[in-house]
């Protein structure tokens, strides 16, 4: 796309945008890939593998959410105070957000380490003896592995924050590699089972982690942390990051945690139900990945240019990546709308599991390609710009009226079973945009301030 004339120094050319958007839509692919291949390699063990790790990954994946709403906050303050070209508050932000992002996830997986066998017992109820063994081995050994994840994340956000996402890319690719390589040697050569995905994801993460590390506190880079052990707290920049990453972790733990309630829901329906579920998670995780890696883009280019007070350019380039994403989602969604029957076949289900997958994701194809944008990439140019309390309070709304509370009834008054709880989901969107698109164009957003 033709970069606009009418502004005489673009805060991002085009290949600034382009050496932005294509390594975070690669590094989240390749993220979302390993995931389907942990899925399909661990269903060679048998349903009860599969069906305890996706309770676990559910419960996961509402931590993982909070910690990368945590970063998200850290990258938008870094952003903000590099569009204002204030290098020094950019670099000790950038230390608060590790300390935050380490501190949190020491504390979580420490709590999850100590009561796996509770939260499995509070969350998924009575679920078979086989699939709660499995999900307590897996979520033991991926409880040990969050500190690195926190590590891992808040720098791959300061990298983001400069725009560069080439880095993340390499260092994901190399944990993917190492994620990958060890479920093969671990699950088929050794025979460990779930036992083998959990030990191969906390050394994929511990690697990144260490590297994330390395690279970061490279000289040349303009945010780079300078003797990290050496802690010194900033009262005032940590709170500038929670003014985002609070609001913005307590909407994501609202959402995963709604998630969690249909998961827990569908657990009662049998381990083909929650089979049938996994899979559809697993291919939603790869259709998402345009559409989450422009959201995490529009952080970067949003929040410079608040950052420098140019809401012109802001409001140019939100445009500008909305058009972007559609087209992504298209170029993703389409195939999936065609093949869908053929890659519901990759995986070793039962026929009714099956019947079910190519009832939602047809569905769910067109829909991502046309209303899910406004949903999900749109409210992070309102984040980047400081609104985060507008977006956690309209997404906890939507989320617990529409697709908790509406999941709940199409599950268990109209028997609609997995895809009553899909069937929520998109009603949901619907909901989200009702708001979403109103507050971005009455320009609200231009009056937030997240840096002073």
């Known amino acids: 796309m033709k970069q606009s004339t009418a502004f005489e120094r673009p805060m991002f050319t085009p290949s600034a945008l382009r050496q932005l958007i294509i390594?975070?839509?690669?590094?989240?692919?390749?993220?979302?890939?390993?995931?389907?291949?942990?899925?399909?390699?661990?269903?060679?063990?048998?349903?009860?593998?599969?069906?305890?790790i996706s309770l676990v990954d559910s419960l996961n994946n509402l931590i993982i959410s909070i910690l990368a709403a945590l970063c998200t906050g850290g990258a938008v303050v870094c952003a903000q105070y590099l569009g204002?070209?204030?290098?020094?508050?950019?670099?000790?932000?950038?230390?608060?957000?590790?300390?935050?992002?380490?501190?949190?996830?020491?504390?979580?997986?420490?709590v999850l380490l100590t009561s796996?066998?509770?939260?499995?017992?509070?969350?998924?109820?009575?679920?078979?003896?086989?699939?709660?063994?499995?999900?307590?081995?897996?979520?033991?050994?991926?409880?040990?592995?969050?500190?690195?994840?926190?590590?891992?994340?808040?720098?791959?956000?300061?990298?983001?924050?400069?725009?560069?996402?080439?880095?993340s890319l390499f260092v994901s690719a190399i944990m993917n590699v190492v994620n990958?390589?060890?479920?093969?040697?671990?699950?088929?050569g050794c025979g460990w089972g779930v036992a083998g995905a959990?030990?191969?994801?906390?050394?994929?993460?511990?690697?990144?982690?260490?590297?994330?590390?390395?690279?970061?506190?490279?000289?040349?880079?303009?945010?780079?942390?300078?003797?990290?052990?050496?802690?010194?707290?900033?009262?005032?920049?940590?709170?500038?990051?929670?003014?985002?990453?609070?609001?913005?972790?307590?909407?994501?733990?609202?959402?995963?945690?709604?998630?969690?309630?249909?998961?827990?829901?569908?657990?009662?329906?049998?381990?083909?139900?929650i089979a049938a579920n996994a899979i559809l998670g697993s291919i939603s995780n790869i259709v998402f990945v345009p559409g989450m890696a422009m959201g995490l883009a529009m952080i970067t280019v949003v929040g410079q240019c608040v950052g420098a007070g140019d809401y012109a350019q802001a409001k140019y380039y939100v445009k500008k990546m909305m058009i972007l994403t559609h087209l992504v989602m298209i170029a993703v969604n389409v195939p999936l709308l065609i093949f869908s029957k053929w890659i519901v076949g990759w995986f070793p289900l039962e026929a009714d599991a099956v019947a079910v997958c190519l009832q939602v994701l047809p569905v769910l194809s067109v829909l991502l390609m046309t209303i899910w944008p406004y949903a999900f990439?749109?409210?992070?140019?309102?984040?980047?710009?400081?609104?985060?309390?507008?977006?956690?309070?309209?997404?906890?709304?939507?989320?617990?009226?529409?697709?908790?509370?509406?999941?709940y009834v199409f599950i268990r008054y109209f028997g609609l079973g997995v895809a009553g709880a899909w069937y929520s989901m998109f009603i949901d969107w619907v909901g989200r945009i009702a708001f979403f698109v109103p507050r971005y164009l009455g320009g609200k957003w231009q009056t937030k301030t997240v840096i002073r």
């Open 198 to 273: 959990g030990t191969a994801t906390l050394v994929s993460r511990a690697a990144a982690a260490v590297l994330m590390l390395v690279l970061i506190a490279n000289p040349a880079n303009v945010i780079h942390l300078h003797k990290v052990w050496k802690v010194r707290l900033e009262g005032g920049q940590i709170r500038s990051i929670l003014s985002i990453g609070v609001p913005n972790g307590f909407e994501n733990g609202l959402f995963n945690f709604g998630k969690l309630i249909l998961q827990s829901i569908i657990s009662t329906l049998g381990t083909a139900a």
């Open 180 to 188: 990958i390589g060890g479920n093969a040697l671990l699950i088929f």
């Open 23 to 52: 390594p975070l839509i690669i590094e989240q692919m390749l993220a979302t890939t390993v995931g389907i291949a942990d899925t399909v390699m661990i269903a060679s063990v048998g349903e009860a593998a599969v069906s305890g």
């Open 377 to 407: 990439a749109l409210p992070n140019a309102l984040r980047a710009a400081g609104d985060a309390r507008f977006t956690m309070i309209v997404s906890a709304i939507s989320m617990w009226t529409l697709r908790v509370g509406l999941g």
């Open 84 to 110: 204002r070209q204030d290098v020094s508050s950019a670099r000790s932000s950038a230390k608060q957000l590790v300390y935050v992002s380490l501190a949190f996830t020491v504390v979580i997986g420490a």
């Open 116 to 167: 796996r066998n509770f939260f499995i017992r509070i969350l998924f109820g009575e679920i078979a003896d086989d699939v709660h063994a499995n999900a307590a081995t897996y979520l033991l050994l991926t409880s040990l592995s969050f500190p690195f994840l926190g590590v891992y994340n808040a720098c791959a956000a300061l990298f983001r924050s400069m725009g560069n996402s080439r880095v």
